[in-house]
């Protein structure tokens, strides 16, 4: 038997920013076969690249109902001009059980940034609103005094190896369908060494040619350097942390992604394993860092080896930005570093669909994902995933924070 029906209103509620118009807001329930509600809505925008963040508000008459992220799907925003459809779960929103005779909808529009640039000297924020084509990072100073970050939607994607195969080498979970519920702005690169020393003062890293470190990734370093221990809170990194310096100085929520925040964003809308479709290590030297274009080093090289100095052209990791971006304009996902990720490596496979999934925290040591330089292309692809509990030449990260 279904649960009773919400009395809706003529819901045409809207709001408008700046050179955008919301327009023919409806609300329609699928009752009786249903409790979802539809919103569709047109959004009247700029010309050019502009897109617009969305935001509902359910009331019953005055009274502001709870609508977490959670309860809201449908078209993926940022959104351009047209027309679009958000649908909202009342059970997932924890709408009251008795009919509301004055429910209603306001939609509201704001302009969105696709990209967010970071000063490190001073914290500020500039943003850029163009999503028509990808920012021209090439400038050095967005490797070293200042830290680029791309604003990714909340979507859904099938995360893990599809299906599951003996070329992959690594732990890869099986297929299943992950939904990020909420936006998130994400490092455009792999943070490098001068963007360490202008947070922290020192150069950690195993390579340290000073000709050309600067702009390579940081590496050789430990979590608890990079945000704190592993029972530290998220969002809440020490400030003698690098993440926790950073949030400090910028005012962002930081942290380290997610698993399935690296994922989402490595494959860029791919449904493939391989990064790139580069299923070969012929085919994936023209598109990452790894061992046949980086010198031809096993994962302990080092041990026997004294690499320290070796510049990029011998091998070792490349400088950020060296390969061409990926569709959404990320740079390294896949080699030059392994990439730290915030949940614990229990390495449980997951096969049942999963909302915002943090890994299970049943062992002292992290997920790191995407492969590194000395990696092949079995364990440099979009599923590679491994684990680290100590410092090492091969891992570095980026930072995510809160959209």
Known sequence: MKNKLFALLSITALCAASGVDVRDVTVQQRWPWSRAIDVEFTIDGEAGGARYDVTLTAKNGDTVLPLPSVAVSGDVGPYASGVHRLTIDPVAAGFPQDVMTRFNVTVAASNSPAYMIVDLATGAKTYNYDWSQLMDVSDATYKTDKMVFKHVSAGTFNMGCVPPSAAFQSVSMTSHVVRLTKDYWLGVYEVTQMQWYNMMGNWPSYFTNISDRACRPVENVTLAQVRGNWNI?????????????????????????????????????????????????????????????????????NESQDLHNITIATGGTAAVGSFLANDWGFYDLCGNVWEMCYDRASYKDHTGPQVDPVHDLIQNSIEIHGGCFNSNYQWANNTARSNSSTASWGTGFRVMAEY
Request: charge should be neutral; hydrophobic fraction near 35%.
């Open 233 to 301: 809170a998220r969002f809440s990194p020490p400030a003698t942390s690098f993440i926790g310096a950073f949030a400090a100085r910028s005012g962002l929520s930081a942290d380290l992604p997610t698993e399935a925040q690296i994922e989402y964003a490595m494959r860029a809308g791919d449904s493939e394993n391989w990064y790139k479709n580069a299923n070969s290590n012929d085919k994936l030297v023209s598109h990452a860092r790894v061992q046949n274009n980086s010198g031809g080093y096993t994962y302990n090289s």
